[in-house]
């Protein structure tokens, strides 16, 4: 007997797909930024697309909200049993109108775990909200998929907490620095910033202008340890480009 392909039951279970198919497009994929369950680019181009077991009015009013930020909003839900182009058909039509995109997940291995029901309608309007930039900035500065789309509850590891991290690896590999300093070991442009405001505790103020790795600090480095080994494997080449340049 075949097995039977599940819905998922929690809207984590549809970013695993729905990240795999962007990815095969050539896209760069981030769960949870700036309240969007995905948001992914490629050549300048951003797709939005929300995570939800079901297909709701508040969920139709979500997508319409990301509109602000770009055309390619698409929803996503468990694929139902029969999804065939009769039983979708009214779906589409409203999801036309509104000009939103339709996806429908799978949990079965293989290419149909993800398939688009209908693409989103370009207004061919150029987007250029300071909300859409801030996402963009916000999607280059992480370095990679800490975090995944359709969490709730969940600690989000944004841009700031990672530059936060690099300045805590840094620390605790040459101990107390000044920013100046930190900089100069490859800490980024915010590190004045981040360590004056201190918004985690990661960091104690030993004497004027110098910061040390306070024990917050030590411990947020144990918490993350594939992000701290991926931004530690930053932090080497960028010490190798300075010493070859």
Same mark, same amino acid.
């Given at each position: ?6 819905? &998922?039951?929690?809207?984590? !279970?549809?970013? *695993?797909?729905?990240? =795999? ?5 050539g896209?760069?994929?981030?769960a949870? /930024? ?6 992914? @680019?490629?050549d300048?181009?951003?797709? /939005? ?11 139709l009013?979500?997508?319409? =909200? ?9 929803v ?13 058909a ?15 997940v ?5 290419r !149909?775990?993800?398939?688009?029901v ?17 996402m963009?900035?916000?999607?280059? %500065?992480?370095?990679? *998929?800490?975090?995944?789309? *359709?969490?709730t509850?969940? #600690?989000? /590891?944004?841009?700031? $907490?990672? #530059? ?8 605790h590999?040459?101990?107390p620095?000044? &920013? ?7 800490? %980024? ?6 360590? @004056?405001?201190n918004?985690?505790?990661?960091? =104690?103020?030993?004497?004027r202008?110098?910061? *040390? ?12 340890p !594939?992000? /701290?080994?991926r931004l ?6 960028? =010490?190798? +480009? $300075?010493?070859? +340049?």
């Amino acid at each position: 007997m075949s097995a039977k392909r599940r819905a &998922p039951m929690h809207e984590t !279970d549809l970013y *695993g797909p729905v990240r =795999d198919h962007l990815l095969a497009q050539g896209f760069t994929v981030r769960a949870e /930024v700036q309240d969007c369950d995905i948001a992914a @680019y490629k050549d300048g181009e951003l797709l /939005v697309v929300e995570l939800k077991r079901h297909l709701s009015v508040d969920l139709l009013v979500q997508a319409i =909200d990301r509109q602000s930020l770009t055309d390619r909003v698409y929803v996503a839900v468990p694929a139902p049993r029969r999804a065939g182009p009769r039983q979708t058909a009214g779906v589409r039509r409203l999801l036309q109108r509104l000009g939103l995109g339709l996806l429908f997940v799978g949990t079965g291995p293989g290419r !149909d775990a993800v398939r688009v029901v209908c693409r989103p309608a370009s207004s061919g309007v150029r987007r250029g909200s300071k909300a859409r930039l801030a996402m963009l900035e916000e999607m280059i %500065g992480r370095s990679g *998929g800490q975090n995944v789309g *359709g969490s709730t509850g969940r #600690e989000i /590891v944004t841009a700031y $907490r990672e #530059e936060a991290l690099l300045i805590a690896i840094c620390l605790h590999r040459y101990g107390p620095s000044s &920013p100046q300093a930190l900089r100069g070991l490859g800490a %980024g442009p915010k590190t004045t910033s981040i360590l @004056y405001r201190n918004v985690y505790g990661w960091f =104690d103020h030993t004497r004027r202008g110098s910061y *040390g790795l306070s024990a917050a600090g030590r411990a947020a480095l144990a918490r993350y340890p !594939d992000l /701290v080994a991926r931004l530690s494997q930053l932090l080497d080449e960028r =010490d190798a +480009t $300075r010493r070859f +340049t």
